[in-house]
Nanobody
Framework: QAQMVESGGGLVQPGGSLRLSCTAS????????MGWYRQAPGKQRDLVATITTGNNIDYADSVKGRFTISRNNIKNTVYLEMNELKPEDTAVYYCNKAWGAPYPWGQGTQVTVSS
């Protein structure tokens, strides 16, 4: 059964950096465009970055130039390098396939940007 395990979140000051990781079971990464999503309290879950199996990348305008997505298909892991963090980046971050019906969601990893 597909399972996502996200890690790397934490509390960081504005302007700081974090690196998130997401490891999945099964052969998810070999066939899917993967994405990082985030959900702030009281808001919908939004897709912020995607990476295809051929490493074509796209970002939401809100994170473009600050976040970098990458993947390691051998380790079945997708990463999100986050720089110049802002308070509005505070959310629970999840990974999943970017298109079509998602696999079951993992527990996510909390990112809090605050001074």
């Amino acid at each position: 059964q597909a399972q996502m395990v996200e890690s790397g979140g934490g509390l960081v000051q504005p302007g700081g950096s974090l690196r998130l990781s997401c490891t999945a079971s099964a052969n998810i990464f070999r066939i899917n465009t993967m994405g990082w999503y985030r959900q702030a309290p009281g808001k919908q879950r939004d897709l912020v970055a995607t990476i295809t199996t051929g490493n074509n990348i796209d970002y939401a305008d809100s994170v473009k130039g600050r976040f970098t997505i990458s993947r390691n298909n051998i380790k079945n892991t997708v990463y999100l390098e986050m720089n110049e963090l802002k308070p509005e980046d505070t959310a629970v971050y999840y990974c999943n396939k970017a298109w079509g019906a998602p696999y079951p969601w993992g527990q996510g990893t909390q990112v809090t940007v605050s001074s």
